[in-house]
């Protein structure tokens, strides 16, 4: 592979709930595109932002690779840092970001573009207090946080209502939606074209659904590419996916997350949960594994990110 050798930034750690898995991701990312001949920097972006932006202006990186995951890594903070600096970066720009991190946002943006999204609505916290906002069995889930972090499903008959919203820390509001049943699937985007389906399967005890210790931990799930669902399904799984991809308006790669409830297989019914506009980069994500299936490796991956990178000053 071909490539013009450039001096790369990669931004990782950050102050979010998330900071491990960027650490990870961007140590993998930093390891693949040295392998290429890049010269590479890692950058841990902590809470400090005048030491952050003092370390960018030294290090002068063509090409900042963004790596970070959750709050004011992939909801447009970031973005906006290395716009007004006048840095190229990977993956999706202020906008995209933004609007793909607010669940409430991106749910409006799916609805405007007429693509398959649950019944649910956005409450206050003491509503959830209170009674049900939804018949049982419903998801709440926070409205600005990534990698399924807060995501709880409330069942018939349970009573942990009261007790999710007296320790919620993610804010005044939440998202509820309706509880789809089936599988949860999952497809990358890189530019305009869907990648493959994964069907992801959590294993181990206390799993049922792909939650934050399935996504990052070692064996925490199991993922079947291509998934062996109806090929008719799979391909309209593809084509929401790119069509989120582009009503967003995102950048580079992405991957959108869907429930298939197959209950009944005469009418399988798909549903978009949410895109993520900074697919996790580490040894069990998603992309890089969808991407290899499609025989794009993961060094010719990061490179990829790299040579979409843009500055939208």
């Known amino acids: 592979m071909s490539t013009t050798k450039k001096r790369i930034t990669v931004l990782m750690g950050g102050v979010s709930s998330e900071r491990s898995v960027s650490l990870s991701s961007g140590q993998g990312v930093a390891e693949a595109l040295r392998s290429l001949g890049h010269t590479v920097n890692t950058l841990d972006a902590g809470a400090d932002l005048g030491v952050l932006v003092a370390e960018l202006a030294a290090q002068k990186p063509d090409v900042v690779f963004n790596a970070l995951h959750g709050r004011f890594g992939e909801d447009g903070c970031i973005q906006g840092i290395l716009d007004w600096m006048g840095l190229a970066y990977?993956?999706?720009?202020?906008?995209?970001?933004?609007?793909?991190?607010?669940?409430?946002?991106?749910?409006?943006?799916?609805?405007?573009?007429?693509?398959?999204?649950?019944?649910?609505?956005?409450?206050?916290?003491?509503?959830?207090?209170?009674?049900?906002?939804?018949?049982?069995?419903?998801?709440?889930?926070?409205?600005?946080?990534?990698?399924?972090?807060?995501?709880?499903?409330i069942r018939p008959g349970t009573n942990v209502r009261?007790?999710?919203?007296?320790?919620?820390?993610?804010?005044?509001?939440?998202?509820?939606?309706?509880?789809?049943?089936?599988?949860?699937?999952?497809?990358?985007?890189?530019g305009e074209r869907a990648l493959t389906?994964?069907?992801?399967?959590?294993?181990?005890?206390?799993?049922?659904?792909?939650?934050?210790?399935?996504?990052?931990?070692?064996?925490?799930s199991q993922h079947v590419l291509p998934a062996q669902i109806d090929p008719a399904v799979a391909q309209q799984a593809m084509d929401v996916a790119v069509a989120a991809h582009k009503a967003l308006g995102c950048s580079g790669a992405s991957r959108s997350d869907f429930r298939l409830d197959d209950t009944n297989p005469a009418n399988p019914r798909l549903i978009l949960l949410e895109v993520n506009t900074?697919?996790?980069?580490?040894?069990?994500?998603?992309?890089?594994?969808?991407?290899?299936?499609c025989g794009i490796s993961y060094p010719e991956l990061c490179n990829w990110l790299v040579e979409q990178a843009a500055c939208r000053q």
């Open 90 to 153: 990977t993956h999706s720009g202020v906008r995209a970001s933004a609007t793909a991190m607010d669940k409430a946002a991106a749910r409006a943006v799916f609805l405007a573009a007429g693509l398959p999204v649950a019944q649910g609505r956005v409450i206050r916290i003491a509503e959830l207090a209170a009674d049900d906002p939804l018949p049982a069995p419903y998801v709440v889930k926070p409205v600005c946080e990534g990698s399924s972090v807060g995501v709880s499903i």
């Open 162 to 190: 009261a007790h999710i919203a007296r320790n919620w820390t993610y804010g005044p509001q939440a998202l509820v939606e309706e509880f789809i049943p089936g599988r949860e699937i999952t497809v990358g985007v890189m």
């Open 197 to 220: 389906v994964t069907d992801i399967t959590p294993t181990g005890p206390g799993h049922d659904f792909y939650d934050y210790d399935a996504k990052y931990n070692a064996g925490g």
């Open 278 to 293: 900074q697919p996790g980069m580490t040894a069990t994500s998603l992309l890089p594994e969808q991407a290899a299936y």
